[in-house]
């Protein structure tokens, strides 16, 4: 798990030039680097299906924006859980 702070949630859903459909949501965060004055900014994509899964309306997750929350990830890295600390 990381823990990371969640400044933003994007919705993106849109076709791609290449034909491709993309379909989720985007989340933006902020956590510490030692490699970094300061913060690291970075985003994750959880995808449309994905979301479902984690078990929240994005009424539910919104109230976790601009505050600090634990991500779990799979072994491929992406996003299976949000968990508010």
Do not use: C
Request: charged share 25%; no cysteine.
């Amino acid at each position: 798990m990381a823990k990371v702070f969640l400044e933003g949630i994007q919705r993106l859903d849109f076709d791609t030039k290449d034909g491709n459909h993309i379909d989720g949501y985007k989340l933006h965060v902020t956590l510490p680097d030692p490699h970094v004055i300061g913060k690291k900014t970075d985003t994750k994509f959880i995808n449309s299906e994905a979301w479902k899964n984690l078990g929240f309306s994005l009424d539910e997750i919104s109230t976790l924006v601009q505050h600090e929350v634990e991500l779990e990830t799979n072994l491929d890295g992406k996003v299976v859980g949000i968990n508010p600390i």
